[in-house]
């Protein structure tokens, strides 16, 4: 059987997919809106020995299979690849047709790319700060220039929210951080933490918007630089400051509010009573928790998947955790939880708006990182996509309190953050 038409079967022959293969074979339509090209053997033994999505990463991140079109697209039609669906007779008939057992032997190494990740990770106890550090720097340290291409003006690499469906990227974002603001009630004058701050969105908003003294920590040196000279041209210094500083070694307490803005899928599943406890412990009482991260839909499968693409290539050592996994670990640690909800579908849209980003700047990226970073970061972010539409990963912001004496919590009656409050005095 032609090889085109092996990748057609995964497919199916509906797929508006063009593939075509260094054996000379082709198949779909021509012209189609997304065409998959197999150049080399290495990328049939790459698919070959490790099924599933990291086969699929290997052979694109070496470059021995190219995506033309829409990333989203494509990965949407191999889906059942991907996801190593196909049972065990499927995957045995499609080895024959690939050329037998013999494409399993030899071994071929996997990309440059990975050995650098894995590297970095297989040193130290697992979420130790060294281990934490090198972890983050990983994902986080690519370039700054990359990430303000991709991510735009707000420079948000977190779940935006969006207030309408024709909103956009920037208008989304300042969203988000505009609703975290509300659910924390900040006010002027309060002092906030911002932990996992990246490059200081929330810390700025904060500053400028309620007149909030703002703190904010990062494990990304280059994030810290950036986020300091961020607030020093905004004017913003006096109340605003981003440390290139591990969470835990944050000396000041006495808190009203803690924002946790896509950091708790680095903490680790063993390390999160003491992560939502020293939390907890920087908060006066009847100050408010923001908890918003990236989740499992459930706990019915194992959280962090050693061998996986995500953890091999883009976050080293990460872990999701089920929303009521956390929840019960944040009233461990003694939060009231208040409110929570699941932001999916925004996330979708968010790394839609990143995707298209990144097309616009491909060129650019490419000279910038190096071919085999930009590739990366195409997959992993159309992969995401489609994980957040088809709801194998979610998103999740839990509000929780920690009580004053007699268990006075501060709350309205009902939820008043829709409505925007006054913002600081002119």
């Not at 050995?115 to 281990?131: A, C, E, F, I, P």
């Not at 509300?182 to 004058?189: P, Q, T």
């Not at 708790?264 to 003491?274: D, M, N, V, Y």
Request: proline content about 6%; some cysteine; overall charge neutral.
């Amino acid at each position: 059987m032609a090889l085109a038409q092996v990748f057609e079967q995964v497919a199916g022959p509906d797929a508006p997919v063009e593939f075509r293969a260094f054996d000379g074979s082709s198949t779909g339509p021509p012209g189609a809106p997304v065409r998959i090209t197999v150049r080399s053997p290495v990328a049939v033994r790459y698919l070959a020995q490790a099924p599933g999505a990291l086969g699929l990463a290997r052979a694109f991140v070496s470059g021995h299979l190219d995506v033309d079109g829409d990333m989203y697209t494509a990965l949407a039609r191999m889906a059942s690849a991907q996801n190593g669906s196909l049972d065990f007779s499927e995957r045995l008939r499609l080895l024959t047709a690939l050329g037998g057992p013999k494409v399993l032997w030899p071994r071929v190494p996997p990309p440059q790319q990975e050995v650098l990740v894995n590297r970095r990770w297989l040193g130290g106890r697992l979420h130790s700060k060294d281990r934490d550090a090198s972890a983050i720097s990983h994902h986080y340290d690519v370039s700054n220039r990359f990430y303000e291409w991709v991510l735009g003006p707000s420079m948000a690499y977190t779940c935006a929210c969006y207030p309408r469906e024709d909103a956009s990227l920037e208008e989304a974002q300042a969203y988000k951080f505009g609703l975290v603001a509300r659910k924390l009630g900040l006010r002027e004058g309060m002092r906030l933490l911002d932990v996992g701050c990246g490059w200081g969105g929330m810390v700025m908003h904060a500053a400028r918007e309620y007149g909030v003294r703002a703190l904010g920590v990062t494990l990304s040196a280059q994030q810290a630089s950036w986020a300091q000279d961020a607030i020093a041209r905004a004017g913003l210094s006096g109340l605003a400051e981003v440390r290139h500083l591990d969470y835990r070694d944050v000396p000041e307490t006495g808190f009203d509010a803690v924002s946790s803005i896509g950091l708790t899928e680095h903490i680790g599943k063993a390390q999160l009573p003491g992560y939502f406890g020293f939390l907890h412990g920087k908060l006066k009482p009847g100050g408010r928790l923001l908890n918003h991260c990236i989740t499992r839909p459930d706990d019915s499968e194992p959280a962090r998947r050693r061998g996986g693409f995500i953890n091999r290539y883009v976050f080293p050592d990460g872990e999701l955790e089920s929303p009521g996994y956390l929840i019960s670990r944040m009233q461990d640690a003694g939060f009231e939880v208040r409110h929570e909800e699941n932001l999916r579908e925004h996330y979708a849209k968010t790394l839609a708006a990143w995707c298209a980003n990144l097309d616009a700047h491909a060129e650019e990226a490419v000279a910038e990182v190096g071919n085999g970073t930009a590739r990366v970061w195409r997959l992993y972010m159309a992969g995401s996509r489609l994980g957040f539409d088809r709801n194998q990963i979610q998103l999740h912001q839990v509000l929780g309190v920690r009580l004053a004496p007699g268990g006075v919590s501060g709350m309205p009656l009902r939820p008043d953050w829709e409505a925007r409050p006054a913002q600081v005095s002119a």
